[in-house]
T-cell receptor, first 117, second 114 residues
């Protein structure tokens, strides 16, 4: 079956441009997560959705970062006025069930590699 | 707050040799522990996880990890590695009541050589 997909796979932006990164989770998955992975580092949590509700955005590094999941399925991570430090791989993951209790496996997409020049 | 430490950034090993990838965590509450693997040009995949019960957990491809609460460790081991095990391995933790978000280590690159 189809896994988590992300688009675009690669994005080059000039400093100051706005970008939008898309995540298509596995159909029916309730939970959706965004992570940022800088070069040579492990992924770092950005934000979490349960259906359309954004329950945790504690990892978003600044107010230039905004995420949405309006219909509880596809999610978009938007970065306004990109800076060089935003260069990273942005990973999306989905899991079948609600938070609380023992966690379900998170299924990761291939990521979007963002390069800000 | 929780954190994960993977002290070894790279581990070279010959095929059929044993390997151990180290992972230590820090958390003030009970945790769940995971190992994810990233093969070249592929996304992160769950290798194994500890949620509760037996402290020794195994994957389908021969890896195992043991949760050691007193040492706050979750080291990954395999008695005999194969070339196809070459990949980056990430240890991760989530905490009870933490909304299931994962905190990852910096990863260990396992390179299996002939």
């Amino acid at each position: 079956g189809a896994g988590v997909s992300q688009s675009p796979r690669y994005k080059v932006a000039k400093r100051g441009q706005d970008v939008a990164l898309r995540c298509d989770p596995i159909s029916g998955h309730v939970s959706l997560f965004w992570y940022q992975q800088a070069l040579g580092q492990g992924p770092e949590f950005l934000t979490y959705f349960q259906n359309e509700a954004q329950l945790d955005k504690s990892g978003l590094p600044s107010d230039r970062f905004f995420a949405e999941r309006p219909e509880g399925s596809v999610s978009t991570l938007k970065i306004q006025r990109t800076q060089q430090e935003d260069s990273a791989v942005y990973l999306c993951a989905s899991s079948p069930s609600l938070s609380g209790g023992a966690p379900d496996t998170q299924y990761f997409g291939p990521g979007t590699r963002l390069t800000v020049l | 707050a929780q954190s994960v430490t993977q002290l070894d950034s790279q581990v070279p090993v010959f095929e059929e040799a044993p390997v151990e990838l180290r992972c230590n965590y820090s958390s003030s509450v009970s945790v769940y522990l995971f190992w994810y693997v990233q093969y070249p040009n592929q996304g992160l995949q769950l290798l194994l996880k500890y949620l509760s019960g037996s402290t020794l957990v195994e994957s389908i491809n021969g890896f195992e990890a043991e949760f050691n609460k007193s040492q706050t460790s979750f080291h990954l081991r395999k008695p005999s590695v194969h070339i196809s095990d070459t990949a980056e391995y990430f240890c991760a933790v989530s905490s009870t009541g933490g909304g299931n978000k994962l905190t990852f280590g910096t990863g260990t690159q396992l390179k299996v050589e002939l």
